[in-house]
């Protein structure tokens, strides 16, 4: 059983849409949102599963190219791509004090480029996206520098960090 007061509301209700104009009204919302700039770099080496590293010490299969892959979701003047080593642009092993020094170049797209360089301190390139969605590539390959002593027997390496930062 509804009770006498929710009858009525119910009853006023009905009347008030019995009596509702015969034409119907509108009202529109804007959705909006922001999506923050952002970019994601890979390193693509051809479908070669030694991706994540270069190696020197194999005089067949010794791979000193690496392509980068910057894509990011704008087009302009973007970020800018940081190339930093552990060791300062040496390769180092623990019974050799004395470091065998490299360089590295790379060529490419989007700004994704620069000559030979060490990378005895933090390099910063900036580049340039073409359209977004598109990604920017680049070959970097390295150059091992001539040493006048003799190397040890043992493993020499070193870390090279690619980070994206905010542009110069």
């Known amino acids: 059983m509804i009770p006498r007061p929710a ?13 509702a104009p015969a034409h119907a009204q509108r009202t529109s919302l804007a959705i909006t949102g922001d999506v923050e700039r952002a970019c994601a770099i890979t390193a693509s080496c051809g479908g070669n599963d030694r991706c994540s590293q ?23 003047v973007g970020p800018a791509l940081e190339v930093q080593s552990l060791n300062n642009g040496a390769l180092r092993a623990a019974k050799d004090d004395q470091p ?5 170049r790379m060529a490419g797209s989007g ?3 620069f000559g030979e360089q ?10 340039q996206m073409e359209q977004p969605g598109v990604p920017a590539r680049g070959m970097l390959r390295l150059r091992l520098e001539p040493r006048q002593d003799m190397l ?11 980070s994206i930062v905010a542009a110069p």
Do not use: K
Request: glycine content about 4%.
């Open 54 to 76: 270069l190696r020197l010490d194999d005089r067949i299969n010794a791979q000193d190219l690496i392509e980068l892959v910057v894509q990011c979701n704008f087009a302009g």
């Open 118 to 127: 060490r990378l005895d301190v933090r390099l910063r390139v900036a580049m």
């Open 100 to 104: 065998l020094p490299y360089t590295v």
């Open 7 to 19: 009858l009525r509301a119910l009853a006023f209700t009905a009347v008030a849409l019995a009596s």
């Open 111 to 113: 700004g994704l480029a």
């Open 152 to 162: 040890a027997a043992d493993r020499y390496s070193d870390y090279i960090t690619f």
